[in-house]
């Protein structure tokens, strides 16, 4: 039952990792009431994995950051299986071997639904017997009037209004409220980046004597692009030491296979010992499932309009580069100190919860907007395409230290740090290209000279 207390009210709608995590940090602060709206059914009761599309969640950095500041890391170590890092080989025609590059701090990965699970059991313990938060599962909830923070929502029981001094939208890249600010806010507007080729399908690693000898706490890179394949663990039936293992399949580009031998002889292509790992039965589903565009990133104008705040893939979504969840779990505490530090500074008491929230949601536009940009640019550097170019780049700059991807995953670099150091690698690359090109014209004309 949704309360109608007086104290300032906030809905979040979408209990994935982002909302679940601000669920979790607003749940500290006695002033608010927060209803935590979601479409789907409880993350308990539902599967942990979808085969089509369960790729392993890695939460390293300001993931690991966002978890101890909203008290959440024991329930993590307890539901999830413990990350070091990745095991690569990206340059194979020099190097077959793999290289492992290890976090800086240990954290955690999984699947979405065991993330989820673990946060929401977390967030339920804490506020068992008290009001403050309430979870609406199998409940939709629309943004009906954005300026003033009106819902529209619907559950088996019916349908209703609702009002809200702040609605916050952690609604996944597919977001409807990101939808409906572009519908009513006059400014707002959403633009579509320009989107890499890039897809996925998803490769079920069923053979247990193969996998075996992975080890279930890294991530590994098995093949870089054009055929690029990442396997990694999830939580099991019996949980984290009972992993599941998937793969997941990157091309430049959507990808039919007339056959079986089509599909296998892709997969040794890129990685000859694909099938110690999976049965010719798992090839076979993987060639017969749908190549899923992964390339598409769009930008807002802001991440506030009204009395509506745009969180995680709501209001950033990019190609996955191992962050997306990382991000928006951090950007879920931005936004709580953002709504702390405007509560606080409540202005002797002359404006409402409604007008504090209102510019809390500025506030966050303003602190996380670099950020989410920079985050954003790193992914969309991730082109398959550029297969072996990247892939060469990628294994030179990680052994610089300045690789952007590598770096994001370092929570002690803010996301605009990481890109700022490989852009300037970026430079002086050019910079020793060009002087190198240069010297070589140089030497062309002397040499034709002396002829």
Sequence with gaps: KMSDRSTARIAIIGAGPAGLTLGLALAARPSLHVDIFERAADHRASAMFNPDRSYTIDITGHGVKAARYVGAAAVLDRALIPFLGLRMRLVPSISPHMKEERCKEPGWTGSRGDICSALLSELLERTRGKEGVAVHFDTEATVVNAAKGTLRVSDRSGSREASY???????????????????????????????????????????????????PRFLYILSPPPVLLVAGAICGPKGPTDPLWFCQVGLPGARRFGSVDEAVK??????????????????????????????????????????????????????????????????????????????????????????????????????????????????????????????????????????????????????????????????????????????????????????
């Excluded at 579509?192 to 992975?214: F, I, Q, R, V």
């Excluded at 565009?293 to 893939?313: N, Q």
């Excluded at 990382?326 to 606080?344: F, K, P, Q």
């Design 165 to 215: 001094d702040l609605v916050i939208g952690s609604d996944g890249a597919g977001s409807g409220v990101r939808s409906a600010l572009q519908e009513q806010i006059d400014g707002f507007t959403i633009t579509s980046c320009p989107s890499l080729t890039n897809h996925a399908t998803m490769l079920h690693l069923d053979c247990k004597a193969g996998t075996d000898s992975l080890d």
């Design 266 to 451: 892709l997969l040794t292509g890129a990685y000859g010992s694909i099938t110690e790992l999976c049965s010719v039965e798992a090839i076979e589903a993987f060639s017969r499932r749908e190549s899923l565009p992964i390339g598409r990133s769009k930008e807002c104008s802001a991440f506030h309009g009204g009395r509506v705040v745009l969180l995680g893939d709501a209001g950033a979504p990019f190609p996955p580069v191992g962050q997306g969840v990382n991000a928006a779990m951090e950007a879920a505490t931005v936004l709580d100190t953002c709504i702390g530090l405007r509560l606080l500074g409540s202005d002797g008491g002359r404006r409402s919860p409604g007008d504090m929230l209102e510019a809390a949601a500025g506030d966050f536009t303003r602190v996380w907007g670099p950020e989410a940009a920079a985050v954003s640019t790193i992914a969309r550097g991730l082109d398959y395409k550029a297969g072996v170019f990247l892939a060469s780049k990628s294994a030179l700059y990680l052994a610089l230290g300045v690789n952007a991807v590598h770096n994001a995953k370092d929570g002690a670099l803010s996301y605009t740090q990481a890109l700022a150091i490989e852009r300037r690698a970026d430079r002086c690359l050019r910079g020793i290209a060009a002087v190198s090109l240069v010297a070589s014209m140089a030497t062309m004309c002397i040499w034709l000279w002396r002829c």
